[in-house]
């Protein structure tokens, strides 16, 4: 187990020196390697269309928060959940070959490996009436109702507004910690 860590870390590095990210990232932000799922589970379509999974017990918790979320007359919608290591490569390349640079890109893009969406516990979520991954999201019911209860389910909100992180303010990302 601490050798295929190991290998990953390594796989991670390469692909950061691929794509221009700073060698001190994680340290100069106080990140830990996020893992990936091995085994993600679906979830249905997210709010594209698309179909989404996350880890088997993260998944669980996520149907009972939903489903006590619509008790109180509240609807979260999956915008998007796990997300593959190769496939948050492909986000931070696409933003790259846009012209943009690694430094704006990594304040609103959080690094391949170091993104809790690989480990298929984090959920970017929003309502009815309000657009995806906007801070805005911050303002409906089901903000209010997530701040109150997500952490009966065992979420939390991990991308804070003055987060330490030095991303920017995601009150649409929450993330399955048990």
């Known amino acids: 187990m601490e050798e295929d860590y190991s290998n990953y870390a390594r796989a991670i ?4 020196a691929q794509l221009g990210i700073p060698a001190d990232y994680a340290s100069q932000f106080g990140l830990d390697l996020c893992p990936e ?3 993600p589970v679906p979830i249905g379509q997210d709010v ?8 088997p017990q993260a998944a669980n918790a996520w149907f009972a928060m939903r489903d006590d979320a619509a008790a109180d007359d509240i609807a979260l919608l999956v915008v998007s959940a796990y997300r593959a290591l ?3 490569a492909g986000i931070i390349q696409g933003k790259l070959d846009k012209g943009q640079t690694i430094e704006d890109i990594l304040k609103v893009s959080a690094a391949p490996g170091y993104s809790e969406p690989h480990s298929g516990r984090a959920l970017d979520l929003t309502t009815p009436g ?13 903000f209010a109702w997530l701040t109150e209860n997500a952490a009966r389910h065992g979420f939390r909100m991990s ?3 003055n987060n330490p992180f030095g991303v920017a303010y995601e009150p649409w990302h929450w993330c399955w910690v048990g």
């Open 13 to 16: 590095t390469d692909l950061h």
């Open 37 to 39: 799922c091995g085994q």
């Open 48 to 55: 594209f269309g698309r179909e989404q999974a996350m880890a």
């Open 86 to 88: 190769a496939y948050q």
């Open 130 to 142: 309000f657009e995806p991954l906007e801070e805005e999201f911050e303002n409906s019911p089901a």
């Open 159 to 161: 991308v804070p507004r």
